[in-house]
């Protein structure tokens, strides 16, 4: 049996596992890479495999950096089977299409641009067709819990990872041709502990072999209750200065617990008086995705959806869908907050409102999640004091707040407890991780579980 890791590996995007059991021939994700030029330029290199040998793609969940590159394969030849679960397979669907949507606009822009310079038009790197193409791919969905057969002697099972709505990480067990099963634990991304929405990661069973997610693999969260007592802080200075709020938020996951923090804070009659508006029609979607699927979130959650006021529908929340819409918020001066895609400030609609807010003193911008680097997010957060948006030069006056208690992912403590829960496996691999983040965790492995943890290359094949 093979591993050969094909992304994610000592950066944080584009995870992609390839694990070969004799001739069976399983991914693990397939994402794409997000940040950088440099890391986005991976995004047009070979596989690095024949997609059409591959068998199975098995999805963690609907994030692009973990499913952004399913149609890249299925066009290059992959005519296996996508399995996932039901929530994932529906919000691959959604994710996948704003994707191609984006490449074939981006490519739209080069292309003028090369023609003008006499050359060839650029193609992109994936089409709406090919998404639709790659939706016939996907196998009925995996319920949670339960042990499917994918080969003789190979068995899979998806278990909740606490981490987006229907993200599960995997346990993939083979028997075959061994006296001693081998039993291989993929963490996917792992959620943090004590989120509104969804629940907390599951247990995993013990595990010989556990490949492991480090984005935050260096530091602890604050609390829920801080963070939302936080986020009011942030409104209340903001509003008294006279300013807006922005939050450049994923629509997936992030933008809905911040709706739950900020309904949490108006149940309370603590929310300041304002209009927030959730300007991205991928959140607004997603979060009838999660309405749909409200048995996969906690009890108390799903019961108060099916009653009004909830989190995704009360009074001081408006839907923004059309880019007039969009466009209309920037007449309003303060007692706005604004939650916009996308998440690491890379493309959305948040780049206009960063255009005409970001150089405002009295306003305010709200980091809520994951900044990966040669983003202009992190630029933001490292304190720029100016940035580029549109090809104009803006002055950076806001207050920049990074509040990580909202992060979708387990910190330093939740990782530990991850792999002592899979009973001190024999080898760890850590992946979806900057270099200082895999650094820390491995000497944290080392000194708390007395564990050499490997941190996997790009490429990297390892014979088990
Ligand atoms: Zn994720």
Redesign the pocket.
């Known amino acids: 049996m093979k591993l050969t890791f094909h992304g994610a590996a000592k950066t944080v995007t584009g995870s992609c596992v390839l694990v070969q059991v004799d001739k069976l021939k399983i991914l693990i994700d397939c994402g794409m890479f997000q940040g950088s030029e440099e890391i986005e330029s991976r995004n047009w290199l070979p596989f690095g495999f024949p997609p059409n040998k591959i068998d199975y793609v098995i999805l ?2 609907a ?1 692009l ?2 499913c952004g590159l399913i149609p890249r394969l299925v066009r290059e030849g992959f005519a296996g089977e996508i399995l996932c679960t039901e929530p994932t397979r529906d919000l691959a669907r959604l994710i996948l299409t704003d994707s191609a949507q984006l490449q074939e606009e981006e490519a739209a822009v080069l292309s003028k641009k090369e023609r003008r310079r006499g050359g060839s038009p650029v193609r992109p790197l994936y089409e709406i067709e090919d998404v639709l193409v790659s939706l016939d791919r996907f196998a009925d969905p995996v319920p949670l819990n339960k042990t499917i057969e994918l080969a003789k002697g190979v068995t899979l099972q998806l278990r909740d990872a606490g ?2 709505v229907g ?1 599960a990480f995997v346990h993939l067990r083979v028997t075959e041709g061994r006296k001693r099963p081998k039993r291989l634990l993929f963490s ?2 792992l959620g943090n502990r004590d989120k509104l929405l969804t629940p907390d990661p599951a247990d995993p069973d013990p595990a010989d072999i556990v490949i492991l997610e480090t984005t935050y693999g260096d530091r602890q969260h604050r609390s829920m209750r801080d963070s939302i007592a936080e986020l009011r802080q942030a409104l209340l200075l903001t509003f008294a200065r006279g300013g807006n709020v922005l939050i450049p938020s994923f629509a ?2 992030r933008s809905q617990e911040l709706l739950a923090a900020l309904f949490q804070l108006y149940k309370r009659k603590e929310l300041p008086g304002c209009q927030i508006f959730l300007d991205s029609p991928l959140a607004i979607a997603t979060t009838k995705v999660f309405r749909r699927y409200s048995d996969y979130l906690k009890p108390e959650e799903a019961q108060q959806l099916a009653h009004s006021p909830n989190a995704f529908d009360f009074p001081a929340l408006r839907f923004v869908r059309t880019p007039d819409e969009s466009r209309a918020i920037n007449a309003i001066a303060s007692h706005a907050v604004i939650i916009a895609g996308g998440g690491m400030c890379t493309g959305g609609r948040i780049l206009h409102h960063l255009k005409h807010q970001v150089w405002r003193s009295e306003c305010s911008v709200v980091f809520v999640g994951y900044q990966a680097e040669g983003t202009l997010g992190r630029k933001l957060i490292h304190g720029a004091r100016t940035v580029r948006i549109f090809g104009e030069e803006i002055a950076v006056r806001a207050q920049v707040w990074t509040i990580n208690g909202f992060s ?2 387990a910190d330093q403590s939740g990782l530990l407890r991850f792999l002592t829960q899979a009973q001190k496996p024999e080898k760890i691999f850590l992946t979806h991780g900057e270099m200082p983040s895999m650094i820390a965790f491995k000497q944290a492995v080392q000194a708390k579980l007395g564990r050499t943890a490997h941190i996997a290359d790009w490429k990297e094949t390892i014979e088990l």
């Open positions: 963690t969940h994030h950096d973990h981490h987006v993200a996917g991304d997936l996951e979708a992912h």
